[in-house]
Each structure stands twice: as C-alpha cells, then as structure tokens.
C-alpha cells in the first residue's frame, strides 16, 4: 500500500485504522512505565516505545531524563524505525506519555511523527481491533539521530531563559501543586514554582481523553502569551510539558522548548 504522509502533528484514531496497512508505518506504544506481556493489549502491530527503561537515561538522578543521541538512536533502530518510516504515537491514557515520545523523535531529528489523538481508550471506544503483545523482533532500522539541542534545555538554561523578558515559562502541573497547596508526589521534594513562570495544568487541553479542538486550545494559548516570542514547558518530570508543547505546536506557535529535569530538578538543586 502506497505511503500516507503526516499533515499534522496529531492524527485521529479513523485515520490510524483506515492508513493501518500503509507502506513504512510504524505504531508506537508509548504507554509510561507499562509491562509489556502476553496479557497486555495493543493496536494491531504496535511496538512498544519505552521512555523509563530504553529512551531515558537511567544512570541519571531524575527520572525519564533524556538519553544520549547514542542511546536514542540505537533504541529506534532496534524498534525498526528507518529514516522514511511514519511514525504515530498512542499511549493508554488518551495523551499522556505519548507526547514525550513524540517531542523525544522530534528532539533526535525525525520529524515525520504524529500523536494519535485520544490513544488507545479512543481506539476502542471505535471498536476497532486490538491484539495481544507477542514476543517480536524487528529488521534493524537505518535511523540516524540528529540531535536537535534547542528544543530542549537543562537546569542552567531554563536559569537563564527565566530572565530573558521574551521568554515565557509555563508549567503543566496541576494548579494545587503549582501554589505549593499540595505536597509533589515524588517524596521528599519540596514544594515550588520555578520564578517567573505561569500555570497552564496539562488537563486544561483535553476534552476526556483527546485534546481540545484546535480553536479552543488558541483561545487557551492567546490569553495567556501576551506577545512573548519564546515558550518554555516545564512540569513534574518532563511528561506533560509535552503535551503543553504539541498543543502550542497544534496552534502554530514556534521557538518551543521543553524543561527536560522539569520541576524534580529545578526544586532539588534549588532552595
């Protein structure tokens, strides 16, 4: 079957069924910390992204913490991906962690990706077939990583990206943990909000388990912009801020960047 190019960074789950034989596609099970079994469901022929284990650095202090463009880039190649494959992302929660894996493919150069809107849950309230995982192994893909550094930035640049009057920083998580009401639920870190940034709780762009029309979510981003030119998405741990990146994405907005430490790094190395 011929190729189904990308449009956009978001597809829907009839577009994912009815392109489902489509020459050089790949599905990606981005599904967070998942066990991957006999008993675990999938999209027929979906392959399992695995940001903790696989495509984060796990020698790191914080968690799901970006891998080397080695790593990165060995790990799509063991998954078969190739430099003219398409790739869509679900995970299990509607938009979730598949957002990470789409920013991470974007951030090592591959560009030809999209979110499946809604994920596995909109899947199956289609009805459409699901299967059950089988142990698989893939012809080497040819990928060749291209670290894109500025779409990503650590503990010193979001320091200096903080000051800068063009930049704006904005933090995914919920607006009880954002005004310090609520205690983080990693243990033992402290409350707080990195200076100078606004809320924008990732739940706020969903409508159930699929993102809000693109309309709505402009609306969203325009009262909350005010002329800035430059966005940085920071959250608990680098997951969601994601998402807030392929909503503005969605919505045309550029020069976006993710906090990748996000606030577990920010409130551990400060005080």
Do not use: H
């Not at 010193?156 to 995914?172: C, F, M, P, Q, Y």
């Amino acid at each position: 079957m011929k190729k189904s190019p990308l449009y956009s960074s978001l597809v829907s789950v009839e577009w994912l069924n009815e392109n489902s034989n489509a020459l050089n596609l790949i599905v990606l099970d981005a599904t967070i910390n998942k066990v991957v079994d006999s008993n675990s469901i999938r999209i027929p022929n979906a392959r399992f992204f695995d940001i903790k284990q696989k495509f984060s650095d796990v020698s790191a202090p914080f968690p799901s913490t970006l891998p080397s463009k080695e790593q990165f880039q060995t790990e799509a190649q063991n998954l078969g991906i190739n430099q003219d494959s398409t790739i869509v992302v679900y995970d299990d929660k509607g938009i979730y962690s598949s957002a990470r894996a789409w920013w991470l493919l974007k951030t090592f150069g591959f560009n030809n990706v999209a979110v499946l809107d809604g994920g596995l849950p909109e899947w199956q309230n289609k009805n459409f077939r699901v299967e059950k995982y089988t142990t698989e192994s893939y012809t080497q893909g040819n990928f060749e990583a291209n670290f894109i550094s500025e779409l990503m930035t650590n503990f010193k640049g979001v320091n200096e990206l903080r000051k800068d009057s063009n930049t704006l920083i904005i933090d995914a998580r919920s607006e009880a943990r954002f005004q310090c009401k609520v205690d983080e639920p990693r243990e033992g870190l402290r409350r707080g909000t990195i200076p100078n940034s606004k809320n924008l709780p990732y739940t706020m762009l969903l409508n159930g388990y699929k993102l809000k029309p693109k309309a709505e979510l402009s609306v969203i981003f325009d009262k909350l912009v005010e002329g800035k030119a430059k966005f940085v998405f920071s959250c608990g741990s680098g997951i969601t801020a994601c998402i807030l990146a392929l909503a503005a994405s969605l919505c045309n907005y550029n020069n976006l960047i993710v906090y990748d430490g996000s606030w577990t790094e920010y409130g551990t190395l400060t005080e």
